[in-house]
């Protein structure tokens, strides 16, 4: 018995707003639909994701993974129409189909439904209207209406698949959502408890609402890192991954990368992991001149693997020269790629010592990170 869920995620997200669309957004550190297909691993046999044409690069950008990803349409019904056609080859009994926008979606959620699932044809959550309701076609109230009865519908909708394919493909005007689609075919189905948690992300705000909630169970952790590497011989320093060519030469075991060292130990710190050092002991042959991202990159596979991920990384380097204000850009980008966030959430800044102490003689550079990684 094959349990399939189609997560739609082929739409734009006007109503939210934003550089991207709405699934594509960060919340608390993961994208939004990295979230929404985590919430159904444990409860489903195949997972199709509805992706807008357009999105193919983002969705590999991300390296996020499903059994099967198709085309979305232009309306959400389309989309799930490719989606009930994409997984019809796995056989499923059961369909349940999610927003990619209701990231925040419990397993109980999830299990509601599908026990539901085993006696009847169509279930979805839902939650029973507790506000007064009005009617008004401009400022005045004109009426009140009713709100027995009324019940404010989520996702996942789940199905008998055979019967919801056949339901969506017969169809042939607009629906509002799945359960009409059903509804209207004559599947009957039945309501089980929503979740006030289970929120749509609609409009911009709704994304502090969702951290909000997430927060409610977040692991955050602080990290800092400081580092020296003294000047010698030499027509470069390699500094946040970025060769510059300078007069001198920092010295060191590695690639003497003083400011990737310091971000580094301020993930290892954040995580009570120990530091460079613990990890890449000087002693060891195999390290020497390596390049430092190896490190950083150990580090952000650390995290990962105690289920943290890097919200954000504060480094400042302290030095006379070189000047770090043209190369800011490129070292972001660069710090970016190693540790898989987007640039925005680097900061590289500089400052001098004013020529006093090691820094101000110009016998080494200095720097110093902080780290945020949480876990939700
Ligand atoms: N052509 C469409 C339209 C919507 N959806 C998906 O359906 C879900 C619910 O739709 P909605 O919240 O209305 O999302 P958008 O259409 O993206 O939002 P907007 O109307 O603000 O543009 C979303 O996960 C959205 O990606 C889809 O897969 N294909
Ligand atoms: C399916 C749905 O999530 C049920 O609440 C919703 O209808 C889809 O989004 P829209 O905002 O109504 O377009």
Redesign the pocket.
């Known amino acids: 018995m094959t349990t399939a869920t189609i997560?739609?995620?082929?739409?734009?997200?006007?109503?939210?707003g934003g550089d991207l669309?709405?699934?594509w957004q960060m919340l608390t550190g993961k994208p939004v639909l990295g979230r929404t297909i985590d919430a159904f691993r444990e409860q489903t046999d195949v997972i199709c994701v509805?992706l807008?044409p357009d999105d193919h690069d983002i969705w590999n950008t991300f390296g996020l993974e499903a059994d099967a990803v198709v085309n979305?349409?232009?309306?959400?019904d389309?989309?799930?129409r490719a989606g009930l056609m994409a997984v019809k080859d796995h056989e499923p009994s059961k369909v349940l189909v999610h927003?990619?926008?209701?990231p925040l979606v419990s397993k109980q959620t999830i299990q509601r439904v599908l026990d539901a699932l085993e006696e009847h044809p169509g279930a979805a959550p839902a939650l029973p209207v507790t506000d007064a309701l009005w009617r008004s076609e401009g400022k005045a109230v004109e009426a009140a209406v009713s709100r027995d009865h009324l019940y404010r519908a989520q996702t996942p909708q789940g199905f008998n698949y055979a019967q919801i394919l056949e339901a969506h493909l017969d169809r042939k005007t607009p629906a509002t959502d799945d359960v009409e689609v059903a509804r209207d075919a004559g599947m009957s189905v039945q309501i089980v408890d929503g979740d006030e948690n289970n929120l749509?992300?609609?409009m911009a705000a709704d994304f502090d609402r969702a951290a909000q909630i997430l927060g409610e169970n977040m692991d955050i952790r602080l990290g800092n890192g400081y580092d020296v590497h003294r000047f010698g011989d030499g027509d470069h320093v390699v500094l946040c991954g970025v060769k510059i060519p300078h007069g001198r030469g920092l010295q060191g075991h590695s690639d003497a990368d003083v400011s990737m060292h310091a971000v580094t130990d301020a993930v290892y710190g954040a995580l009570g992991q120990g530091d460079i050092g613990q990890h890449f002991p000087p002693s060891d042959p195999q390290w020497k001149g390596a390049a430092s991202h190896i490190f950083l990159e150990h580090a952000v596979a650390l995290a990962a693997e105690h289920g943290f991920s890097i919200s954000n990384v504060d480094c400042t380097l302290v030095c006379e020269y070189p000047k770090i204000g043209p190369h800011q850009f490129k070292m972001k980008a660069k710090m970016a790629a190693i540790m898989g966030i987007s640039s925005d959430r680097i900061s590289v800044k500089a400052t001098t010592s004013e020529r006093l102490g090691f820094t101000g003689r110009e016998e080494g550079i200095a720097s110093i990170a902080t780290a945020t990684l949480v876990k939700t």
């Not at 927003?99 to 209701?102: G, K, P, Q, S, T």
């Open positions: 997560i739609v995620a082929a739409g734009r997200g006007k109503r939210a669309p709405k699934q509805v807008h979305g349409g232009a309306t959400r389309e989309s799930v927003d990619a926008a209701r749509k992300i609609t």
